[in-house]
Each structure stands twice: as C-alpha cells, then as structure tokens.
C-alpha cells in the first residue's frame, strides 16, 4: 500500500494508473477509521481497478468550539486497517499541503440544500467540506467516490456541487454501518460514556420507531416526527432535529411519501452530537 503525502506524487500516481488503462474510487475521510469507512473501500473496490483512501481532519470543516484539536487520530492503525482491506494507497497531506499558506482562499457554496438542519448548527461546515472534497477530487480525478449516507445532507450537496462543477466523478452512496444494537457506527462514538453509549441506542431506536409506524400505515410527518421525539427524551437524548424531509430537496415533508422521505436525526448525548437517518 503506498501512502501519499504531497500534491505532486499523488498526481504522478493517478496518472500512472489512467497510463495502465485502469480506474480509480476515492474514498474521502477523516480517519479514526471503523468497519463503515472501510465498508466504502471495499465499495470502492467493486467499481474501479484501484481504490485510494484519504485521511484528512479538514480544519475548514471544524467551527471555533467544535473539537478539531480534540479529533482523532489513530494514523498507525488507519493505515493497518487500510492495508487489511486491501486499499491501493491511502492520500496522507497535512494541512499545508492542502492549504498552502499563500494561496487565495476559493469558498463553494450550497446555499438551498444547506440552510437548514446541520448549516445553521454548524456555520461555514459545509463550505469547508466542499472545498476540501472539490480539492481531493479536482487532484485525484476518480472515475467514482463513494460516501456514506450517514452524513446524508453532506452527500446530497457533494453530489449538487459535483453536478454544477461538472466534475467527472461519480458519486456513489454508501448505506450507513451499524453496530450490532443498531447505533451508526460513527469516530466519534469514543467520546462517548458507558451510560452514554447506551442512551445513544435512542436515536436509532426513534428511526425504528418512526419506520415501524410509516410500514404500518402512518404518513402524517407530525405523528412520525412525534414517535421520534418520544423515543429521543425517553433515552435523555438532547434534540437538534428529528424530521421528516424529502430526499433530494430535504425539504420539510408534511406527508411521507414513501420511497421519497427520509428521517433525519441529530441529537446530543452529553457533550457528543450524533447523527443518523433512515430512509422511508
Ligand atoms: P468521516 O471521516 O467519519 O467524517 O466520514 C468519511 C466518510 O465515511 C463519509 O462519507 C461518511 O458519510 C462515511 N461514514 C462515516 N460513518 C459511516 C457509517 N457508519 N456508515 C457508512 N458510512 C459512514
């Protein structure tokens, strides 16, 4: 497996790999790698000849208060788990490397698909994502990147500035990895307490909860949104948002429409904010 730290070789690679007729998933990441990020590998394998990993705690992404100091970074173990998997090289930069000190900093924005639920929350979080994925997928020109629909707002902008920047790249969605109880398999999960890590079942069991009720019939977005609501105070979950949106606008929904809706959570359990959602 090659690890690749700067712009230049990481070119060199890519263009050694399109000489030899072949084709290239990236895999964009923040590290503290689990059995999702590595599900998407080996996605990733399925549909091109070669499969890179990026690991890069893009601290355009991080507000002020948030934990970008604090984030992990297990890199001796990423790389062990990418080796394991067989990934072909894992894209290493440092912060430098990605923004280089003299440059003029370029801002991609999303403004309809990301005013709502996790924009206001977080601001200037997705601008940063985008500029960071755009710079990975302008330097590595991968005929597909996969990501997870765990962050399903994140996946739904990548995949609006990849359609409007005419990027070559496909986007491929990954469904969300879960433990075996259910919770999203997510890097920050370690924050959390025994107690905490318990309570945390809450959000998935509120999506099971709303998807028990949508199979049974129920379509008003108020009801679901309420069963939801229930299930996150029973387990003492602090709620930023449990909502009923469409897919593809994330608009509010007052009515599901199966096989368009999907449910999207955000709660905080201490000091961790988790995130998950189930399509309908
Ligand atoms: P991260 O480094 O955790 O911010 O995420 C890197 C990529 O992995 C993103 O595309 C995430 O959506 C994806 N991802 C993170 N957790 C999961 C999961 N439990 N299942 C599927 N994909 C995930």
């Known amino acids: 497996m090659f690890i690749l730290r700067c712009a230049e070789e990481t070119r060199a690679a890519r263009a050694a790999i399109r000489r030899a007729g072949q084709t290239l998933a990236l895999v964009p990441t923040m590290g503290a790698l689990h059995e999702g990020h590595i599900a998407l590998a080996l996605e990733g394998k399925k549909h091109a000849g070669h499969v890179w990993l990026t690991i890069f705690v893009n601290p355009m992404q991080f507000g002020p208060h948030e934990d970008f100091h604090k984030y992990p970074r297990p890199v001796e173990d990423d790389l062990a788990r990418c080796r ?6 894992v894209f290493l930069p440092e912060v430098a490397t990605m923004y280089p000190p003299n440059a003029t900093e370029v801002k991609i924005e999303v403004p309809d698909l990301a005013k709502d639920l996790e924009g206001p929350v977080r601001p200037g979080h997705f601008a ?14 991968p005929e597909v990147a996969v990501f997870g629909m765990k962050d399903y707002q994140q996946l739904r902008i990548i995949e609006a500035m990849n359609v409007d920047l005419m990027l070559p790249t496909r986007i491929l ?48 977005a ?24 469409d897919r593809q606008t994330l608009a509010p929904a007052e009515t599901l429409v199966p096989g368009q809706s999907v449910a999207l959570i955000t709660a905080r359990c201490g000091t961790t904010r988790l995130l998950d959602n189930r399509e309908l």
């Open 128 to 141: 940063g994502v985008c500029r960071v994925v755009a710079k990975l997928l302008a330097l590595t020109l």
């Open 84 to 89: 394991e998997a067989g990934v072909d090289a």
């Open 173 to 220: 969605p990954h469904p969300i990895v879960r433990e075996a109880d259910g919770l999203a398999k997510s890097s920050r999960n370690r924050y959390l307490s025994p107690n905490e890590r318990l309570r945390a079942l809450g959000i998935s069991r509120a999506l099971d909860a709303c998807e028990k009720l949508a199979q049974s019939g129920e379509t008003s």
């Open 222 to 245: 108020a009801v679901l949104e309420d069963a939801m609501v229930r299930t996150l105070v029973a387990h003492a979950l602090a709620i930023d948002y449990a909502t009923l949106r």
